[in-house]
């Protein structure tokens, strides 16, 4: 039973281009949060999804980021035009559908983006 | 408004010697607790929760917890630290209902001297 899956787990981009963070959840979960871990701070919550809806994405820049869990695939991260300020540790997360709020979830092991 | 406030961003005790770390929150309802630890270059691992039944909680790799409503506290204790403890640990605090979303303390590092 594999974990929650992100990739790449390393990524290098230039400012101004693109990425892409791809977080594929546990079996049988069908809620994905994306958190954002900049250095030497905790994880801040940047948004909760479900399939092909965004529940609660108070945490996202209003800006250059988007996030989306489509009925086939994996959860994408996107980031546009990337800064240097965006360098950071970016962490998926699943949950099965049934579970209340407190009981935790599981964590990717994240991708680290640095940007030059 | 939740927050999580973790004492202290490094703790360094010997091996063998008690560890000890802080978390204290605030939150307008009865919430959720959580202890995670990260170790380097990987994500993090739910060490322990406090979810409104006993309000000590044991965890996994010998750890523990407490929940003290009147100290608004959920400190994190092991007897005897092990050199393998070295990591970083975050506090996290959620509702019990509505959105699922944790809010972490800004995380503590353990160094383990042998």
């Known amino acids: 039973n594999a974990g929650v899956m992100q990739n790449p787990r390393h990524l290098v981009r230039r400012r101004g281009q693109e990425a892409r963070l791809r977080c594929s959840p546990m079996?049988?979960?069908?809620?994905v949060y994306w958190y954002r871990q900049l250095p030497e701070e905790g994880l801040k919550f940047m948004v909760y999804?479900?399939?092909?809806?965004?529940?609660?994405e108070s945490g996202m820049p209003k800006e250059r980021f988007s996030a989306e869990f489509p009925k086939e695939g994996p959860s994408i991260l996107r980031i546009q035009q990337v800064v240097r300020g965006d360098s950071a540790a970016y962490f998926c997360?699943?949950?099965?559908?049934?579970?209340?709020?407190?009981?935790?979830?599981?964590f990717g092991s994240g991708t680290r983006l640095t940007v030059v | 408004a939740q927050s999580v406030t973790q004492l202290g961003s490094h703790v360094s005790v010997s091996e063998g010697a008690l560890v000890l770390l802080r978390c204290n929150y605030s939150?307008?309802?009865?919430?959720?607790l959580f202890w995670y630890v990260q170790y380097p270059n990987q994500g993090l691992q739910l060490l322990l929760k406090?979810?409104?039944?006993?309000?000590l909680v044991k965890g996994i790799n010998g750890f523990e917890a407490e929940f003290k409503k009147s100290e608004t506290s959920f400190h994190l204790t092991k007897p005897s630290a092990h050199m393998s403890d070295a990591a970083e640990y975050f506090c996290?605090?959620?509702?019990?209902?509505?959105?699922?979303?944790?809010?972490f303390g800004q995380g503590t590092r353990l160094t383990i001297n042998p």
């Open positions: 939150s307008s309802v009865p919430p959720y």
């Open positions: 999804l479900q399939k092909e809806n965004i529940i609660d």
């Open positions: 996290a605090v959620s509702l019990i209902q509505g959105a699922q979303k944790l809010v």
């Open positions: 079996k049988g979960h069908s809620h």
């Open positions: 997360a699943s949950s099965p559908p049934y579970l209340p709020g407190g009981n935790g979830y599981t």
């Open positions: 406090y979810t409104s039944a006993a309000t």
